[in-house]
């Protein structure tokens, strides 16, 4: 590995070390059961999918499809405003903070405001993301050159020079980085199902839970299918009828009333002594929680995430040769698609189906992150692999891919993981909702006990510890002189 590569190393060893440190810590273990036999009817399931309410499944995945394009279309519209003022510090925290908390955990708070409506689903998706799209625009829109802008006239306007100079330029990375944001908004409107939302989530979980294997394989294909086609229907010049299309097709909803949201704000989101003007009886529930709830999440969160992230680097090195050309050459399609399934497969689904397999421990979780991530790191990573120029003589088989490609890619591997890391903690967070013993899991119990003071304080802790984990993986990243970010390799041009 070249000289510049061993801060890289360096701290992927001590992450390494961390992680196995962490694992006794973790509730890993298998517990009782018959998964053998469990898997095969699932097996079964999968190879032999069936429905039995096609107009029911047809809605379903129209109101999937609604959430995802009316949630993209307003976070897009906002995220980019919000670029335009990044570098004003206020914007970059408010930016930091929505997009901090998962679109589940705004899901369950909207929930108690707004009911099981659209208008929750929307927002559960387009808050988070408008925090998303700022920072990657912001990225975006500064990476661009200068010169256009000062071939301009001196009198043409702010406006306008942002437009045709720095927008215009910006326009293949963005609408690059759009599409792809879609299919996570495809994902998190399906998973918003596992709160009530009539999408494909909410019938996974219903026919999942009852044994229908079949029936809930059927889901899964369609969404599988949902996210291969985006390219063949997806297109520029088709997006507006869709989002304008989608507005009409969300599904009905009761009637909001706008005093519901005043008393959440003003009364149940805050502990009866605040309400009361008693300040050190408030102080001391807060160090209760503190002590008693928050600690203990917290630290469990951190590990499980240490460990997932660790766990994905390890499997994306070991999957991203199946979809490399110099790898694999022209078979390489087939490793692509087993990817896609991978990183397409939300992290809930998959941990929804190992949670019935081993038993209620952290060990789904963890696998469940692992094999999201990894999926998505192999795959960007294979891509990259075929941007490399090889030398003519260069090796092939296993000495190619341990002396020519991996050395070469690991750096952006690395860089990759850490800014996944983020994604993975709140993910890991919201997997408590599946009672792992995460902050997501006091979160739902908080809810359900409607304790809407001590839920906010977990969702604020939830937050807090993402924009730490962003900051620290940020120096780390700084440390290794790992300059690509996600976003980089994402909307890389192919032909570089």
């Avoid at 919000?82 to 679109?103: D, K, P, Q, W």
């Avoid at 979980?205 to 969404?223: D, H, M, P």
Wanted: hydrophobic share 55%; aromatic share 14%; charged share 15%.
């Amino acid at each position: 590995m070249p000289l510049s590569s061993r801060p890289a190393l360096q701290t992927s060893l001590l992450f390494l070390l961390a992680a196995l440190l962490c694992i006794p810590f973790a509730d890993l273990q298998i517990y009782p059961s018959e998964p053998l036999q469990e898997l095969a009817r699932i097996a079964k399931g999968v190879i032999t999918p069936q429905w039995y309410d096609w107009p029911g499944l047809a809605q379903a995945v129209v109101h999937t499809l609604a959430f995802a394009f009316v949630a993209t279309s307003i976070s897009v519209a906002l995220g980019l405003l919000l670029a335009t003022l990044f570098n004003y510090r206020v914007v970059r925290v408010f930016c930091a903070s929505i997009r901090a908390v998962h679109e589940l955990f705004w899901g369950l708070i909207f929930m108690q405001v707004f009911g099981l409506s659209a208008l929750t689903g929307v927002l559960a998706i387009a808050v988070p993301y408008t925090g998303i799209f700022a920072k990657i625009f912001a990225e975006i829109l500064e990476q661009q050159s200068l010169l256009p802008e000062k071939t301009l006239c001196r009198n043409t306007g702010h406006l306008s020079r942002w437009v045709y100079a720095r927008l215009a330029q910006s326009l293949p990375s963005l609408t690059t980085y759009i599409r792809y944001r879609f299919e996570c908004a495809l994902r998190s409107s399906t998973i918003l199902g596992f709160i009530g939302l009539p999408t494909l989530g909410f019938y996974f979980e219903t026919a999942f839970k009852q044994g229908q294997y079949s029936e809930a394989a059927c889901l899964l294909w369609v969404f599988y299918l949902l996210i291969a086609s985006l390219k063949f229907w997806l297109h520029w010049k088709s997006v507006l009828l869709f989002t304008f299309a989608s507005f009409f097709l969300l599904p009905e909803s009761a009637p909001v009333y706008a005093g519901y949201f005043w008393q959440f704000i003003s009364q149940d989101i805050w502990p009866q002594a605040i309400q009361e003007g008693a300040w050190l009886k408030a102080i001391a529930w807060y160090g209760n929680e503190l002590i008693h709830t928050l600690l203990p999440a917290i630290g469990y969160t951190v590990i499980l995430s240490l460990v997932a992230l660790v766990a994905s680097g390890i499997l994306a090195m070991l999957l991203y040769p199946l979809a490399s050309k110099p790898m694999v050459g022209s078979a390489s399609f087939v490793g692509h698609g087993f990817l896609l399934i991978l990183r397409s497969t939300p992290e809930m689904v998959i941990a929804f189906v190992l949670l019935l397999l081993f038993g209620p421990s952290a060990l789904p979780a963890v696998i469940a992150l692992a094999i999201h991530t990894s999926g998505l790191v192999a795959y960007l990573i294979a891509r990259e692999s075929e941007r490399l120029p090889l030398r003519i003589d260069a090796p092939s088989g296993i000495n190619l891919y341990s002396h020519e490609l991996t050395p070469r890619l690991f750096p952006r591997m690395l860089s990759l993981l850490l800014y996944r890391w983020e994604v993975i903690m709140r993910e890991t967070a919201i997997l408590g909702l599946l009672g792992v013993a995460t902050l997501g899991f006091y979160v739902d119990s908080a809810f359900e006990e409607i304790r809407y003071d001590k839920a906010l304080l977990v969702v604020v802790a939830a937050a807090t510890l993402n924009i730490g984990v962003d900051w620290f993986s940020r120096r780390i990243r700084l440390y290794c002189r790992l300059h690509d970010s996600f976003s980089n390799i994402l909307i890389r041009p192919k032909n570089l």
